[in-house]
């Protein structure tokens, strides 16, 4: 009692402005004090509904279950050409969730020409349930705190085989019109698979309801390649191969991808691994092999991003390459980059290019070796030998193993044994079309 006494002489002392203001000034220690302990619930929540959903992702929508789901959709025979790509071990086949043209394979190997279409047509327009997926896509993202950006993206319109090369025509769109369009399948895909807890069959018996995003999308194999029906975008998996000594072999580079990315956080990939884009003139750096010369410089050599979409640089400048890939750049024979082939990713809706990226000569090794050094997009890297048989086999029929990889890994070692026969162990594989 006798405290509220003193308070109250204490007011009593005060002309009322000053009571006004020690009133608001409490106020406003409150209305801080209450926004912090909710910003702190608030984020806290994030953090756990992103742990949740990651965990329950990598529980049940392993390498597996999402091409099982995939290819069982995709199973009904149609009139088309495209088929899935799957590899031949000498124990079993695996799918890889990679839908492709029999013609395509042993094609590319480097021989790639591509254009920007001149007359471009426009945006497809995707209907309201794409919006609606598209925010709360969105805001998962920003609770596991992702890295997006509306960059520019290079948008396929078309692949034609001409004799021993592919031809490939794009025009141009922005990553938020893919990742909130057609890349919504995956997300659609994962949710399913969580819902029926890992059940394949039963998400496709139940596809109406649980993938209504793919039935107006991509309901047959077909659609895939009605390109200027949907914002394909194109991408890039390479397997970068190194030789470090003079021990007979190559050592390859899988990352587990950081939580950071918009796709896949958690799980095993190749690298580099990234969109083809614009970083110069689009007429110039339309070429694939620019965006596997950046998507080096920047995932591997932690360099800064090339400066995207400045139509009045040209690319080589607009790279940014580090020391490294300068040096490499201009011992031509110091390397071998092929593009193998291209083919649609049926989670994603995409195609994927597999690349095969070699550095034969141990120098570039000794003179750089220090230097490589993974940017946030990858967890962390791990090295793997071509001769260590056991390890790769492992790795290809790996649970976390994004499925699309599976292929860049398997027709990149194909390649690889071709070219240095004593350097990489006798794999057995093949790939099935």
């Known amino acids: ?40 619930y608030w984020n806290a929540r994030c953090e756990y509904l992103a742990k949740k959903r990651k965990a329950n992702i990598q529980k049940y929508c392993t390498a597996d279950t999402m091409v099982n789901a995939l290819s069982l959709y995709y199973a009904r025979p149609l009139q088309t050409k495209l088929r899935e790509v799957q590899i ?13 043209r029999p013609e395509y ?9 591509c254009t920007i279409d001149d007359q471009p047509p426009g945006e497809p327009h995707l209907d309201d349930r794409f919006i609606a997926k598209g925010k709360l896509v969105k805001n998962q993202l ?14 396929l319109l078309e692949i034609k085989v001409l004799g021993p090369m592919i031809s490939a025509n794009f025009s141009e769109t922005t990553f938020y019109k893919y990742r909130y369009g057609p890349a919504l399948l995956n997300d659609e895909l994962q949710e399913a698979l969580c819902q029926t ?34 914002p394909c975008c194109t991408c890039t998996g390479v397997l970068f191969a190194i030789a470090k000594k003079d021990r007979g072999d190559f050592e390859f580079i899988i990352q587990t991808r950081s939580d950071l990315v918009s796709d896949n956080p958690g799980f095993y990939a190749t690298i580099p691994y990234g969109f083809h884009e614009p970083t110069g003139s689009s007429a110039e750096d339309v070429d694939l ?36 890939l300068k040096w490499l750049r201009k ?15 049926a989670t994603s809706c995409d195609c994927l290019f597999s690349v095969l990226f070699v550095i034969p000569d141990p120098e570039f090794w000794h003179k750089f070796g220090d230097q490589l050094a993974r940017n946030w997009e990858a967890k962390k890297v791990k090295y793997i030998s071509t001769q260590n048989r056991d390890e ?42």
């Open 289 to 324: 092999e620019f965006t596997v010369w950046r998507e080096l410089n920047e995932e591997l050599f932690n360099a800064k991003d090339a400066e995207r979409a400045n139509h009045s640089v040209h690319p080589e400048a607009a790279l940014n390459l580090t020391e490294p």
């Open 392 to 433: 790769i086999l492992a790795m290809l029929n790996h649970p976390l193993l994004v499925p699309d990889c599976r292929r860049t890994l398997a027709e990149g070692l194909i390649r690889l044994k071709e070219l240095y026969p004593d350097r990489v162990a006798d794999l057995d594989l093949k790939i099935v079309i």
């Open 88 to 100: 031949q071990t000498a124990e079993s086949r695996i799918l890889t969730g990679v839908y492709s």
């Open 331 to 345: 011992n031509k024979k110091g390397y071998n980059c092929e593009i193998l082939s291209p083919g649609y990713r």
């Open 105 to 113: 394979l042993n094609v590319g190997r480097g021989r790639l020409r």
């Open 197 to 230: 807890k890992g059940d394949a069959r039963k998400v496709v018996e139940n596809k109406r309801t649980l993938l209504p995003l793919r039935e107006a999308l991509i309901p047959e194999a077909m659609n895939f390649e009605y390109l200027r029906d949907y």
């Open 142 to 155: 920003l609770e596991r705190g992702a890295k997006t950006w509306d960059a520019a993206k290079y948008r």
């Open 1 to 40: 009692m006798w405290s509220l006494l003193f308070i109250k002489r204490i007011f009593d002392g005060l002309s009322q402005p000053a009571v006004d203001a020690a009133v608001d000034e409490g106020k406003a220690q409150s209305i801080s004090f209450f926004k912090k302990v909710g910003k702190s």
